[in-house]
């Protein structure tokens, strides 16, 4: 009975890890089939520019749409993300909310990356009235998050960690729809711009891919092995 319950043990831890070897790639494929529907609809965006005065029906249309907004900055409250390296540097990526001229509605715009001062003294360069302000829109996703998006008061600018826009809606006292337009790094009001569209390519997701089932394969070749030798046995 002993023998009979390892075998049926090791059948089963077995099994598990081949399922979730499997598993792993197939994740990863799937991952690759978003990252590359990503890089298509922002290469398609690129191509043609909307003009934006105010909210479209629906903001997922405009996913990776290269965009020129009409309106004005409002420069009194700048949110600034945390944790974002450059080169090895860490800094922060600047948000300042722009009001679109017709329907008044509030969209935060990346303007860039800036390095983290040394001391607590972070002098941000207001934005120039320039116009058009033309730039990237995207719908960011909020992915894993450990912890609130800020701690302790509200104090401007404000030090956030990730995208939370009911979070920021209220600290900003304005409705803001979930979009992000990143500025054009040509344009007089841009940073350094650090974002992009996928960090990681599909072509890497493939690969992992191919590893997982790679290893898949190589575990169900022990196992056919290890089965064999255990017929010879009996």
Request: aromatic share 12%; glycine share 8%; proline share 6%.
């Amino acid at each position: 009975m002993a023998i009979i319950s390892a075998k049926r043990l090791s059948y089963g831890l077995f099994m598990t890890g081949l399922a979730l070897l499997f598993s792993l790639g197939a994740w990863q494929l799937k991952r690759g089939f978003e990252k590359a529907e990503i890089t298509a609809l922002s290469e398609t965006g690129e191509n043609s520019v909307i003009e934006l005065t105010r909210a479209p029906a629906n903001w997922q249309d405009l996913n990776f749409q290269s965009v020129i907004l009409k309106g004005q900055w409002l420069t009194g409250k700048t949110f600034l993300i945390d944790n974002r390296l450059n080169q090895g540097q860490p800094g922060y990526e600047v948000l300042t909310p722009f009001q679109l001229s017709e329907d008044k509605t509030v969209l935060l715009v990346n303007r860039g990356w800036i390095a983290k001062p040394k001391n607590q003294n972070l002098a941000i360069p207001p934005p120039q009235i320039v116009q058009p302000l033309s730039g990237q829109l995207y719908l960011p996703q909020k992915g894993f998050t450990l912890g609130q998006t800020f701690t302790g008061e509200i104090e401007w600018p404000l030090v956030i960690l990730y995208y939370d826009f009911a979070v920021l809606s209220d600290a900003l006292e304005r409705s803001l729809p979930p979009v992000v337009v990143v500025v054009d790094d040509q344009h007089p009001d841009s940073f350094t711009r650090i974002w992009r569209p996928a960090i990681i390519p599909a072509s890497r997701h493939y690969g992992y891919a191919v590893q997982w089932w790679g290893l898949a394969l190589t575990l169900l070749i022990f196992g056919l092995i290890w089965r064999r030798r255990a017929r010879c046995i009996d």
